[in-house]
């Protein structure tokens, strides 16, 4: 008889991916038919933590195909999740990754029950000291780029100390540096890194270049 180990729990998962490469590809508008070819660019080139936000086409079809296909070190889940409900469909398709767009704790609460991850979108620091009370896991500060980097490096200092600070929202390859410098733990990619209709290949260079930026600020 082969003895199998179980499935790792999602948090750990989670930190694992998180520790491999804190780099959060945003796959807004993706289909069905890309998701695969894309979602394997992006796992060659480094990413380990992919997200379909629900507003794209078939979103749930999407997120199924790449819970199946990614391996197991690559957590999936979704994006713009607004619901409870939306998280018990997520829940039973095995994601890993609840990341919303706003500070709601019925959604963050109901992410920690389904034993999966909540990256909570935040932008003041009452909405993020209440993110971190209910159970995210990191914060996603939206919109990174119109905010900017000082404005990042005053919330934080009024932050627990541990809490992870993921900027979104513009982000590209040229304004990482600035944002690390003042505390961001990681980063999500938006249309910088996908948008409906570009290659994987070039999806997958765009990739290849974001990881290296990110290895050249995280080893400096």
């Known amino acids: 008889m082969v003895t ?5 729990h999602t948090t750990v998962r989670f930190e694992a991916a998180f520790a491999a490469m804190p780099l959060v590809a945003i796959l807004r508008g993706i289909t069905p038919d890309e998701a695969l070819p894309v979602a394997g660019a992006l796992v060659a080139a480094g990413f380990t933590l992919l997200e379909v936000p629900l507003n794209s086409p078939d979103a749930f079809d999407s997120i199924a195909l790449l819970q199946t296909h990614c391996p197991p070190r690559v957590v999936v889940g979704a994006g713009t999740v607004l619901t409870a409900e939306d998280v018990g469909r997520l829940a039973a398709l095995g994601a890993g990754l609840v990341i919303t767009p706003n500070t709601d704790p019925t959604v963050i609460e109901a992410a920690v029950r389904s034993d999966l991850v909540p990256l909570a979108g935040c932008m003041t620091p009452t ?49 990482m540096a600035a944002f690390h410098a003042v505390g961001a733990h990681g980063f999500g990619f938006g ?26 600020l995280s080893t400096a």
């Open 127 to 175: 909405e993020a000291l209440l993110a971190t009370r209910h159970g995210a896991r990191a914060l996603k500060i939206f919109p990174a780029t119109t905010l900017g980097p000082a404005y990042l490096k005053d919330i934080r200092a009024v932050l627990p100390a541990h809490t992870r600070l993921v900027p979104v929202g513009g982000i590209d390859g040229g304004s």
């Open 191 to 216: 249309s910088a890194l996908y948008k409906p209709g570009r290659p994987a290949s070039e999806v997958g260079a765009i990739a290849r270049d974001l990881v290296a930026a990110w290895r050249r």
């Open 4 to 8: 199998r180990t179980p499935p790792a």
